[in-house]
């Protein structure tokens, strides 16, 4: 993504349409956001008489309590070892492989792992959640944290690969020469010059696996059944089922759900968007 | 950024063989293939190969020719799931591009404001699909919801219990998700059309409105059809969202196809079906992709490979 500074002289009149939709549409953004927040610190018999828009008169944090009462940490820290042990083996196995397919001289292996991985963009993997549930079984991963690690990593490599690979392609060839001729290894190549030098495309596809993995619902639903291996999402589905009339308690539970997420927001702006649409824009 | 060892060497021997070593690194692509092999490429066999057999999910798999595909084809519940699927993602892709787009212009404006919205824009894509179907599913509550805070009687419906107002409801909670998304896509590529077509439109004469149809528009072309493929390709696998939002109901109203795979799989116990179901999901999905590609008229992918 560019500067903006060469875009000053284009907005001479002003963008009425576009700006009046702006507006809306963010009042359409937050207010269910104020929401949560107002909701979240009102008691369960406040939360029936007073208005839905109007803050608590006497905040509480009772729910926030429930909430962690209800075993909230355990799958935060779930969450957590999904997450990490996901999302660091995916970024390594990845950069990688997009090494060997960009530096490598040209190889028929390497050829067909790289079109294997393309085909895997265009694929809905999720349509494929059957004959993974059946693998987990038949490897005896079912209801573990496992079964939710190794199915991500396969996910996150193709985008991975595909993002890696376009700036190791950037990196110009006369480093690696040099680093050639002074007689480093290919391997060494990788870690002190290419892993340096691809960082921050390293750090956005780390961010964007890490926001979808830690999102996930799909493969936790399916391949795990015991209470104490819940993951956030799936902990906030059930949660939702079983206090469904405590809705301040719920409004909590999503909120702390996201608050990591939205920690990390306020840290790295920047990196989360363009991580967020690594491989689409140019 | 350290470039380690600085190079004594001159200008590198061949510039033109770029990668050419004579060394073959294949080894290194092997761990990432493994991994997308077992969990992604075997699967993808397996669907097709388990839409042949019966299967309960705990039992054998046995293996029983067409009886899944017919039971499958014959039921009214696929072409019903189809046209929900087809519904959600046209009205979704109907409502989210041009917001998308005009927001996505808006946004990419210098002004200072601007990136401050954006901050605030961008919060729906921080958050999980469960989270935001249930935020909604208790803010759209007929009683305590949106329609009493903002004393608005025609705002308190029962949004999640009539079909009809179902599938809207699904269809706008995407976009609320998803738009933000799509705008940053846009955000992204108007910044870099170049500054100078706008000052020769303006020297031309032409008008903003002008200048938004016939340079921003086209020139974004092939932004709108990556965005367009990922909506559309991408609606084929809402699960997370319309399960936790309305589990498919009221009467099956909002059953899309990924739905009605998950329910005849793992609430059934119908695993042959089901992964017939996945078999069509994957099909559409890769025919859709080619459709969109073909409409690029190149190689989308290719495109998207410069830079990123």
Redesign the interface.
């Known amino acids: 993504m560019t500067d903006t500074s060469q875009k000053t002289t284009r907005i001479r009149s002003t963008n009425w349409v576009g700006g009046t939709l702006s507006w809306f549409w963010l009042f359409i953004v937050l207010l269910p956001i104020y929401w949560i927040v107002i909701t979240s610190i009102k008691s369960q018999s406040e939360y029936f008489v007073t208005n839905p828009f109007v803050p608590s008169s006497q905040p509480t944090l009772d729910a926030y309590r429930l909430v962690i009462d209800s075993g909230f940490i355990r799958y935060f820290f779930n969450s957590v070892i999904v997450t990490v042990g996901a999302v660091i083996p995916a970024v390594l196995v990845s950069f990688m492989a997009a090494f060997a397919i960009i530096r490598s001289r040209p190889h028929w292996f390497l050829k067909s792992a790289n079109s294997i991985l393309l085909m895997g963009l265009a694929i809905p993997l999720q349509a494929t959640i059957i004959p993974v549930y059946l693998i987990i079984i038949r490897l005896h991963l079912y209801d573990t944290l496992l079964a939710l690690i190794l199915p991500s990593i396969a996910f996150a490599i193709p985008l991975s690969v595909l993002v890696l690979s376009n700036f190791i392609r950037d990196v110009p060839n006369e480093l690696f020469e040099s680093m050639r001729l002074d007689g480093c290894s290919e391997w060494q190549t990788l870690w002190r010059l290419a892993l340096p030098l691809t960082r921050p495309a390293l750090v956005t596809v780390t961010i964007y696996n890490a926001l979808l993995i830690w999102n996930g619902f799909l493969l936790p639903l399916v391949l795990t059944q015991s209470p104490n291996l819940r993951v956030l999402p799936l902990a906030l589905w059930t949660f939702q089922g079983q206090y469904g009339i405590n809705v301040p308690a719920i409004l909590a539970a999503v909120l702390l759900t996201a608050l990591p997420i939205l920690a990390l927001y306020v840290v790295g702006r920047r990196q989360l968007l363009s991580g967020l649409t690594a491989g689409f824009t140019k | ?9 001159g ?3 061949s ?1 033109s063989a ?12 092997v ?3 493994v ?10 066999i ?2 097709l ?2 839409s042949f057999t019966t ?1 309960d ?1 705990i039992g054998e ?1 046995v293996p029983s020719g067409l009886t899944s595909w017919k039971s499958v084809l014959s039921d009214p519940g696929l072409p019903h799931a189809m046209w929900v699927t087809f519904q959600v993602a046209a009205l979704s892709w109907l409502f989210q591009t041009p ?1 998308s787009i ?2 996505g ?6 002004q200072k404001y ?1 990136a401050f ?1 954006a ?13 935001i179907a ?6 759209l ?1 007929p009683n ?3 329609g ?3 004393g608005l009687p025609f705002m308190s419906q029962d949004w999640l219990g009539e079909p009809k107002l179902a599938l809207g409801v699904v269809v706008f909670v995407v976009s ?1 998700q998803f ?3 799509h705008s ?2 846009y955000q ?2 108007v ?2 059309i170049p ?1 100078s077509m ?2 020769a439109a ?1 020297i031309d004469g032409a ?2 409105m002008r200048q938004f149809f016939s340079i921003t528009l086209p020139q974004l072309k092939n ?1 709108i059809i ?2 367009s493929t ?1 909506m559309v ?1 991408g609606s ?2 809402f ?2 969202l319309i ?2 939002l309305t589990a498919g109901g009221p009467a099956d109203a909002t059953r899309v196809l ?1 739905l009605d ?2 329910k005849r ?2 609430q059934a116990n119908l ?1 042959g079906p ?2 017939a179901i ?2 069509i ?2 099909l559409v ?2 025919l859709l ?1 080619l459709l969109f590609r073909r409409l690029g008229g190149g190689d989308q ?1 290719a ?6």
């Open positions: 950024m350290t470039a380690t060892s600085v190079g004594s060497a200008p590198a021997p510039r770029k990668s050419v070593h004579g060394r073959s690194l294949g080894w290194l692509a761990p990432a293939l991994f997308f092999v077992a969990f992604g490429v075997i699967p993808l397996g669907v190969f388990l299967w999910g798999v917001m005009l927001l212009v808006f946004l990419a404006g210098a601007r919205l901050v605030l824009y961008f919060i729906p894509l921080l958050l999980s699909s469960a989270a249930i935020t909604f599913k208790a803010l509550d305590f919801g949106i009493t805070g903002l609320w738009i933000p998304f940053l896509i992204g590529a910044r870099q500054t706008y000052e303006q008008g903003r932004t990556t965005s990922l390709v084929l696998t699960f997370d399960y936790v990924a795979m998950y799989g793992f695993m089901a992964s996945g078999v999901l994957v999905g890769l992709a992918t495109s998207q490979l410069e830079g990123a």
